[in-house]
């Protein structure tokens, strides 16, 4: 039987990060894969349940979690209901949560501690995850979804003199028909730390098994970004799903009973991915 438990981790600046972990109850001590959500996601958008469903019935435990300032909140984790806690995220927070929620899972804290971690990142989320991958040997494979070549690319080039000026930009949502801020502290701990979020350089310095999906019809990031990744590292793998846009052909809310076939297909070849020796 399929059962998901949910759990508060402490994230940056005590921010609470809402996680849930979904597992067979007859395999507690599954292998566990880790997701991370992207820009204006969060764990329970759309299809993520149903690709976590997937993931338990072919032998893994599934982990996923909210960045503490990705918007949403304990409370509320369906909408973007803490607009001033977005503005103030940053890739730092996020690093940090990203480490707290792997220490918890290594912990043995209210389930079998995980010995190593399968690590799989959607967008923005895949170039964090890139960047950990590299100086986190806690991460033993990693897959990337749809995932972003340069964090400068979330927003654009002719917005940085007026970020600069007014010390806020808007990101608008086009779901929630909201404009999400983006504070300029989010540009300048980019600049701070342009050596060290470098997604391409540490594209070439992963060691781990790494596979690389897109979609050749994604708007959003495009198909040349997962290239210049793959071409950046010898031993990555890239895989690209036909037909497929940013998400795979999910949406949200998503009513339908059986997942897009274009997750589908994303969702097999992870698994097998993983499942390889």
């Not at 608008?172 to 801020?181: A, D, G, L, M, V």
């Not at 999910?250 to 997750?263: F, G, N, R, V």
Request: glycine share 6%.
């Amino acid at each position: 039987m399929i059962v998901q438990q949910t759990f508060i981790v402490t994230g940056s600046d005590n921010r609470p990060i809402l996680a849930d972990l979904t597992y067979n109850i007859d395999y507690p001590a599954a292998p566990l894969v880790l997701f991370v959500h992207g820009f204006k996601g969060f764990k329970d958008w759309g299809t993520h349940n149903m690709v976590a469903d997937y993931f338990v019935g072919r032998g893994f435990r599934y982990l996923k979690f909210n960045f503490s300032h990705n918007g949403t909140t304990p409370e509320n984790p369906l909408d973007f209901s803490d607009l001033g806690l977005f503005s103030d995220n940053t890739f730092t927070k996020e690093f940090y949560d990203l480490d707290q929620v792997i220490s918890f899972a290594c912990s043995g804290t209210g389930f079998p501690a995980a010995d190593t971690i399968y690590l799989i990142g959607h967008s923005r989320g895949g170039g964090v995850c890139i960047i950990q991958a590299v100086k986190d040997k806690r991460v033993s494979k990693l897959i990337t979804w749809a995932t972003i070549a340069d964090f400068n690319s979330l927003w654009k080039h002719e917005q940085l003199a007026e970020w600069r000026e007014k010390g806020i930009i808007y990101a608008y949502n086009t779901r929630t028909k909201q404009n999400t801020p983006l504070k300029v502290n989010l540009l300048y701990d980019l600049e701070k730390h342009h050596k060290e979020y470098n997604i391409q350089e540490a594209a070439g310095r992963i060691t781990q098994p790494w596979l690389i999906i897109h979609g050749d019809e994604d708007e959003n990031i495009l198909l040349s970004d997962a290239v210049l990744l793959h071409n950046l590292n010898a031993k990555a793998r890239l895989s690209i799903i036909p037909y497929a846009d940013h998400v795979f052909g999910s949406s949200h809310p998503y009513t339908k009973e059986e997942m897009p076939l274009q997750l589908q297909l994303v969702c097999e070849k992870s698994t097998e991915f993983l499942n390889e020796n």
